[in-house]
């Protein structure tokens, strides 16, 4: 029988993914929103979040795909990580060495992106890929609309990854969903969903206005979705998960 990976390991794997999409984030935003000439080609918000979410939910998908996505699950998201054990597919005691690995792994990344495109990926517009509400949301409606959207996406994963012919399509439907919620939400709430995409950002532009709600919102909408999950589907296992 084979002996089970280590929680070490698999959380080792979950700070190389994390690093990767932060800094694929931040190099992607630079370009995007940042001077350039394809910002000048592309003006205007909506197709501009387009770009971004496209970019960012193929790369999601390539991480998932990839060795390491495989062995950990590619979570690169707490909220993801909460959701998995509730689901079964990690021991609660990997949890904490997920989120710190992913915590983690969202700085550096944030900061290699700084490092290789300089003092552009700090300053205004891309403030090191930072979100921020616009104008007008309160705390309690911010955390109402990350919650709900990490919700529906814990639901998602959960219905896919237990559903047999369902379930080798997750990767790419996390990738859609992942692309439309930066692309209808990022202009409103910023569309996280996810506390290590706003953790590293926020730490690194010292922008902590609004913090607190992108990094325990996403928990509170793992848990209804898990729940959320329950209902629809009872005990169904959920089939995918570290694979060694």
Do not use: D, K
């Amino acid at each position: 029988m084979n002996t089970p990976p280590s929680a070490l390991r698999l959380s080792a794997s979950e700070l190389i993914l994390t690093f990767s999409l932060l800094f694929g984030v931040t190099t992607v935003v630079r370009w995007v929103v940042g001077p350039s000439a394809l910002s000048e080609a592309v003006p205007g918000t909506r197709p501009q979040l387009f770009i971004i979410g496209a970019v960012v939910g193929a790369l999601v998908v390539g991480l998932i795909l990839s060795p390491l996505g495989r062995q950990s699950g590619a979570h690169m998201n707490p909220a993801i990580s909460f959701a998995m054990w509730r689901f079964g597919t990690i021991p609660g005691r990997a949890v904490a060495f997920y989120v710190s690995a992913q915590l983690t792994g969202s700085l550096l990344g944030v900061l290699a992106a700084r490092g290789v495109w300089g003092s552009v990926a700090g300053a205004a517009p891309v403030a090191y890929a930072a979100l921020r509400p616009a104008p007008g949301w309160s705390a309690a409606g911010l955390f109402l609309a990350e919650a709900v959207s990490t919700g529906v996406i814990v639901l998602l994963v959960g219905v896919f990854a237990a559903v047999g012919h369902l379930t080798r399509f997750t990767p790419y439907m996390v990738g859609v969903v992942v692309c439309l919620a930066i692309t209808l939400l990022g202009a409103s709430t910023g569309g996280s969903a996810n506390p290590a995409r706003q953790f590293g950002p926020a730490l690194a532009a010292g922008q902590f206005a609004f913090l607190w709600v992108y990094l325990l919102a996403p928990l509170f909408g793992a848990v209804l979705g898990t729940m959320a999950r329950g209902l629809l589907l009872g005990r169904h296992r959920v089939l995918t998960g570290p694979v060694g």
